[in-house]
Nanobody, 122 residues
């Protein structure tokens, strides 16, 4: 499975961005998919995850109510809609997929995209 994350950019605080994660090589319709982010000098942290069907989602507290994860298994994509962006959301955002874990732990994700930079200015 190859994952590609895109949609990042430089925006002002308060606006929205939509990140997309496109999978190729095989379908990820049975995979859990997570979004993680890594700010400079910090560890990569969990942001959101979605189960294979899309019915179960989970968010880190700092993005609840602002970010929404969704998936389209017919297109082999998982999106992260980010509203009300804040400067502290600035990071490189990665999507990752797991075929056999429903988890927030980055160590349990086997497949990773290359990351897309999100920069939020105040």
């Amino acid at each position: 499975v190859q994952l590609q994350a895109f949609g990042g950019g430089v925006v002002q605080a308060g606006v929205s961005l939509r990140l997309s994660c496109a999978a190729s090589g095989r379908t990820i319709s049975s995979y859990a998919v997570g979004w993680f982010r890594q700010a400079p000098g910090k560890e990569r942290e969990f942001v959101a995850r979605i189960n294979w069907s899309g019915y179960n989602t989970d968010y880190v507290d700092s993005v609840k109510g602002r970010f929404t994860i969704s998936r389209d298994n017919t297109k082999n994509t998982v999106d992260l809609q980010m509203n009300g962006l804040k400067p502290e959301d600035t990071a490189v955002y990665y999507c990752a997929a797991s075929s056999d874990h429903w988890t927030r732990s980055k160590e349990d994700y086997s497949y990773w995209g290359q990351g897309t930079q999100v920069t939020v200015s105040s």
